[in-house]
């Protein structure tokens, strides 16, 4: 059964470093994780998890009540 849920705030370095091979731009992952940390579109948006089996598969930032973003699909975490 999936589940769609608020990221809780404990999930997000793990939320990021999902994105690290993509975006991470050959940075210091600590370089990666302090922009994802600092980044208005990130602060201001609400992540959402779709879980299935205790694994997140498709994680989602919505930037405002009318757009997500899927941000990273079909992952286990």
């Not at 879980?51 to 699909?73: K, N, P």
Request: aromatic residues 12%; contains cysteine; charged residues 20%.
């Amino acid at each position: 059964m999936q589940k769609l849920r608020k990221a809780l705030s404990a999930e997000l370095t793990q939320i990021y470093m999902m994105g690290y091979d993509t975006w991470g731009e050959h940075q210091a992952v600590t370089a990666y994780l302090q922009e994802c940390r600092l980044s208005t579109k990130y602060q201001q948006g609400t992540w959402w998890v779709l879980e299935e089996q205790r694994q997140h598969r498709t994680v989602f930032v919505s930037e405002s009540a009318h757009f997500l973003h899927i941000v990273y699909e079909n992952v286990g975490i």
